[in-house]
C-alpha cells in the first residue's frame, strides 16, 4: 500500500469547528487576614548566625521561628509577657 501524500491526507481531513470565544470566569481569592507582624532587621555576628542556623538544622525549623523562639524564652526568664 502507497503513503498517502500530505495534499490527499489534507484535502480528506474535515475543518475543525471554529472555536468559540468566551471570556474565562475570574476566579475569586479567598481573603488572607492581615499579617500584623512587624519586620525587622537584627544585626549578628557571623559566629552567632552559624549557631543559630546550625540549631534551626538540628530542629527542622526556620531561622526565623528559632530566633524569635529565643526571644521569648529571654522575655519568660526576665518575668515579662511574651505574646
Do not use: C, F
Not at 491526507?9 to 475543518?15: C, I, N, Q, S
Not at 499579617?35 to 552567632?48: A, N
Amino acid at each position: 500500500m502507497a503513503k498517502r501524500s500530505l495534499q490527499s491526507a489534507l484535502a480528506r481531513k474535515e475543518p475543525a469547528p471554529p472555536l468559540e470565544l468566551t471570556s474565562p470566569t475570574p476566579v475569586e481569592k479567598p481573603a488572607k487576614a492581615p499579617d500584623t507582624r512587624l519586620v525587622t532587621s537584627v544585626r549578628l555576628e557571623p559566629e552567632l548566625m552559624i549557631e543559630l542556623k546550625a540549631q534551626a538544622v538540628r530542629e527542622r525549623a526556620r531561622l526565623n521561628d528559632v530566633i524569635v523562639r529565643a526571644i521569648r524564652n529571654y522575655l519568660t526568664a526576665k518575668g515579662q509577657r511574651a505574646a
